[in-house]
């Protein structure tokens, strides 16, 4: 027997201690819900959850910045509509104007309120705000230019980061012709007049027409309507039709019961009709975006090419070039939870100086003659479609918005869940490990209690 060294205590001892280290781990477990709660309790795995937590969180902010995105859409949308309505009345006034029952008087009338309308439609360019941010002066709107309008011309750079972009025009738009191959003669034509010509099945009004130089007038009189001008019409010249438009979508097709404008010596015979364009070619271009050096080839339709949302003009011949720098893109939304995962919104200027078409803009409408009156008409309906432009614009960034956010929350729910694999713990399982190691550790007790009795065995010797 020996009393300096009690191994059986020790090892008891031993065994307690780690019992209700156990216990203890269990305990915090338990009373924290989480399986990690230090770097020791699982180093890969707490490096795994904080990265799924930093992208929980990202994407949680990305939704919230997406419904930030969607409210100042709908600010600036919410404020075109108005602009819509005063255009709408704006076109009503002018039409009204344009009717000789009005004096000059009435006409100077109806202009103060076209001024009025005007003003109206620049305050709300310049005061529409979101977030103290103007929204329609033209400060959120994508800017680009061209080094070569000839070849290229920019339309919109709607969605382009700012950089540069080359383009290389590889085939070239062109319209659809058709050119008879001997000279027209009024004597011909005259044997034709009122016989049925049908352009694009747009019956042409033939009546008293007998030379040449009255057929391409009447034909150009319904050219809006047909798609088709002509452009050679004079007696010894060989007759030519050329669509209105650029690309596939112009086309000429010439029908009647009667064939005599189709005879040799007016348009020529069908046969005599140079088929070498029934159908305009669209564009083809290569856009080279020389921040990632990634080239695209794109097919358009006439002349505009479409790159993402942006578009270019491309007028050139082929193997033409041109240079588009992007200056300013509009306002950023960050909608990922990474570096660099942004969307582009970019808000066009709404004021009486970019609203109408390329010769006249609202800002000059007078209704003070009949003809001013009649040119309001065109240039208002120009703007209307420019607004209304814009807002579908708008309410199409407002959908796209909406189905981030849904993705978003999906991605944000599937990532906790995998976090909370990874993190949180198994209740019933940690509560069968703590039960176990409370035993244990009270067994230890017990047993160390029993292991200090055993020396005392060496009492009974020394009676």
């Known amino acids: 027997m020996i009393i300096n060294h009690n191994v059986t205590a020790l090892n008891t001892h031993n065994k307690l201690s780690a019992a209700s280290a156990a216990q203890s781990k269990s305990m915090e477990k338990l009373a924290s819900g989480l399986r990690i709660n230090k770097a020791g309790d699982d180093a890969a795995g707490l490096a795994i959850s904080e990265k799924m937590r930093a992208q929980v969180r990202g994407l949680d902010q990305a939704s919230r910045n997406a419904q930030d995105g969607i409210s100042l859409t709908q600010t600036a949308e919410g404020a075109l509509n108005e602009t819509h309505d005063i255009l709408q009345r704006m076109r009503e006034l002018s039409v009204q104007a344009s009717n000789d029952t009005n004096t000059g008087d009435d006409r100077n009338e109806i202009q103060k309120e076209i001024n009025q309308l005007n ?32 070849n290229v011309d920019v339309i919109s750079t709607s969605g382009l980061a700012k950089g540069t972009y080359d383009v290389k025009v590889t085939t070239e738009a062109t319209k659809a012709t058709k050119e008879a191959t001997t000279n027209a003669d009024n004597a011909e034509v005259a044997k034709a007049t009122g016989k049925d010509f049908i352009i694009n099945g747009v019956k042409i009004d033939t009546n008293g027409i007998n030379t040449i130089e009255g057929l391409k007038v009447a034909v150009n009189a319904v050219k809006d309507k047909t ?33 005599l404008w189709l005879k040799d010596k007016v348009l020529g015979t069908d046969a005599n009709i140079e088929p070498t364009s029934t159908a305009g070619v669209d564009a083809k271009a290569e ?49 990922g939870a990474n570096k660099d995962q942004n969307m582009l919104i970019d808000i066009n200027e709404m004021s ?26 065109k240039t208002v309906d120009d703007a209307i479609k420019q607004v209304s432009a814009e807002r579908s614009k708008m309410g199409s960034v407002q959908n796209r918005l909406e189905h981030t956010i849904n993705n978003l929350k999906t991605s944000s729910e599937n990532l906790t869940a995998a976090e909370s694999r990874v993190r949180d713990v ?25 292991s200090n009795q055993t020396p005392q065995g060496v009492l009974q010797l020394l009676r």
């Open 119 to 150: 003003s109206e439609v620049d305050r709300i360019s310049n005061t529409t705000e979101f977030n103290t941010q103007s929204l329609l002066n033209g400060s959120l709107g994508a800017k680009g230019t061209s080094n070569n309008t000839a």
């Open 227 to 259: 798609g088709v001008e002509m452009t050679v019409g004079a007696e010894g010249s060989k007759s030519k039709f050329e669509s209105t438009s650029f690309g596939s979508t112009g086309k000429i097709d010439f029908a009647g019961t009667d064939a």
């Open 287 to 335: 856009v080279k975006d020389n921040a990632t050096s990634v080239t695209s080839a794109i097919t358009g339709v006439g002349q505009k090419i479409v790159y993402g949302n942006a578009e270019f003009s491309a007028k050139g011949a082929a193997s033409s070039t041109a240079t588009i720098t992007v200056n300013s893109t509009g306002a950023s939304i960050h909608i």
């Open 352 to 377: 009486t100086k970019t609203l109408g078409n390329t010769s006249d803009k609202i800002k000059d409408v007078n209704v003070t003659t009949t003809s001013g009156a009649e040119k309001a008409i």
């Open 426 to 450: 198994d209740m019933a399982k940690e509560m069968m490990n703590q039960t176990k190691n409370s035993i244990l550790a009270q067994a230890a007790q017990a047993m160390l209690a029993q």
